[in-house]
């Protein structure tokens, strides 16, 4: 009797472990896919500390790199504006959640000697 109730609580716990690991699981899965819109459009900056090639070598090294993770291929290059930041659009758009890792990818990334920040992300 004892040793059966054992091997009961033992096979709930098990399963409360199985479960909370496959719950764990789907909450941090990138679902990947596009967005309703035709463009994301993503504005940023760059700051550079000794990186002896230019701020727009810089910009499209940071953008080339995170994109690259998001596995997305229809990208324009980074376009520097008036005001200095940098503009770039992905086609189709990108939806929230990949939105959100590709502006923590530009923010918290640090190349050698490049940092980013971003100033805009919209989906037009």
């Known amino acids: 009797m004892r040793t059966a109730r ?47 090639h230019g701020a727009d070598l810089a910009a499209t090294t940071l953008w080339e790199t995170c994109v690259g993770t998001l596995g997305w291929s ?5 376009v520097r504006q008036a005001d200095g930041s940098y503009q770039a659009e992905v086609h189709p758009s990108l939806p929230a959640d990949t ?20 100033t805009r992300i919209a989906s037009s």
């Open 6 to 52: 054992n091997v009961v609580i033992l096979l709930v716990v098990i399963g409360a472990v199985l479960f909370g690991v496959h719950a764990l699981e789907e909450a941090t899965e990138y679902h990947g896919g596009s967005g309703a819109a035709a463009t994301t459009t993503v504005v940023f900056t760059v700051q550079e500390k000794q990186f002896s």
């Open 74 to 78: 229809d990208t324009s290059d980074p």
């Open 99 to 118: 939105r959100r890792r590709l502006r923590g990818c530009l923010e918290d990334l640090t190349l050698d000697r490049i940092r980013g920040s971003v």
